[in-house]
């Protein structure tokens, strides 16, 4: 079983992502006292019941999104499977009617499910590609895949190995499914321009992708490993068990296996040097799980990283809007895109990062992670 209080703590970031105020997550998170199956009280219980209630009321991506954290952080038995299911049957019953189109693709042997919109073989427009890190699954992203026109994109939206549907095992060289995810849809999609919004360790996998495949242009990231995370067996030792727990299942390995030698994950000096192209990288200062050299060590060897640190927990949950914000207009800017979209989205984004300095939410000097 996980820690209950591991899983509220953790779980908010991936609430806000999902658009749930704290208000509506605490409502839930208060009657949740145990992580045994999906009895009442029980996190997958509580959770899946409020899914039920809104699928019911024809709230469909609310119902989504509750069911995804009823199978969080990842899929350990019967209850959080029945959870899983339901959130790809639900999203599956909203993407109807809102172009977007489930696709299997052939990657490494396996079979991986996506989620797409904006595709077409007379139409090939820049291809986002959309990745969560070792808990995110492609499910919460129905929102941005509604958006692919508005965009002037075709967006694909896949998982890290192991997380969701993906059936291929988490290793240090699963940025190869990234590539081959080009290959398959690069007869509807202008692969040769594509831009990664890759959170967590799946900007670490596009970050060793960029180094190989020069069909990707840009990267934005959230709290990416890059080689410290790896290298340092006693930063490991001080995670939370939920981190330790989800990468030796994605992994196949023990969570021993995670604690010890995982120095062949980290991005050589060589590769990082290889990346060549624009990076936006979004850091916390009281992040829990990426270490600030990761982020020291990014900056100085990609010339073309740009970082927006925030004085938060992992991800960023109480800057929410702004990340979401800072995300469209990096990949605007990325792509050299102006006007006065753009202009606005800079100006909000200015006017969010002011309230943050005002508010005495500026970072300073990266806090120590407690010990554990």
């Not at 080009?182 to 960029?210: I, N």
């Not at 829990?288 to 990014?298: H, K, N, Q, Y």
Request: hydrophobic share 45%; with cysteine.
């Amino acid at each position: 079983m996980n820690d209950v209080a591991e899983l509220k703590l953790f779980g908010l970031a991936h609430a806000r992502a999902q658009n749930l105020t704290q208000a509506a997550y605490q409502e839930v998170c208060d009657r949740i006292h145990s992580d045994d199956g999906d009895r009442p009280g029980s996190w997958t219980g509580e959770w899946s019941r409020a899914a039920a209630r809104l699928e019911a009321e024809g709230r469909l991506l609310e119902a989504c999104a509750h069911y995804n954290l009823a199978r969080f952080p990842a899929v350990d038995g019967p209850a959080r499977e029945r959870a899983q299911k339901k959130c790809v049957e639900v999203c599956a019953a909203w993407a109807a009617d809102h172009a977007v189109t489930r696709l299997d693709l052939p990657v490494l042997g396996e079979t991986v499910p996506c989620w797409a919109s904006g595709l077409s073989a007379t139409e090939r427009r820049p291809l986002l590609l959309v990745m969560g890190g070792i808990i995110s699954i492609k499910e919460q992203w129905m929102t941005l895949l509604a958006q692919a026109s508005r965009l002037g994109m075709a967006v694909l939206v896949a998982e890290l190995p192991g997380v969701g549907e993906n059936p291929l095992p988490y290793s240090a060289d699963s940025w190869r499914m990234l590539s081959h995810l080009l290959d398959a849809v690069s007869d509807r999609a202008d692969v040769e321009h594509t831009y990664g919004l890759t959170l967590s360790f799946s900007g670490h996998a596009a970050l060793r992708c960029a180094a190989h495949d020069r069909r990707i242009r840009g990267v934005i990231t959230i709290a990416a490993p890059v080689a410290a995370f790896f290298t340092d067996p006693d930063w490991r030792r001080g995670l939370p068990r939920i981190t330790v727990d989800t990468l030796a299942r994605l992994t196949r390995t023990t969570p021993d296996d995670i604690t010890g030698d995982m120095s062949p994950w980290a991005l050589t000096d060589t590769e990082l040097a290889a990346v060549g192209i624009p990076v936006h990288y979004l850091a916390t200062h009281e992040d829990a799980i990426i270490p600030g050299d990761d982020v020291r060590r990014l900056t100085s060897r990609v010339p073309g990283t740009r970082v927006l640190e925030y004085r938060d927990e992992h991800a960023g949950p109480g800057n929410a809007l702004e990340t979401r914000l800072w995300i469209f207009l990096s990949l605007l800017r990325m792509r050299r895109v102006g006007g006065p979209r753009t202009a606005l989205l800079a100006a909000a984004a200015g006017l969010l990062a002011l309230r943050r300095r005002l508010t005495g939410a500026l970072t300073g000097a990266r806090r120590p992670r407690p010990a554990a």
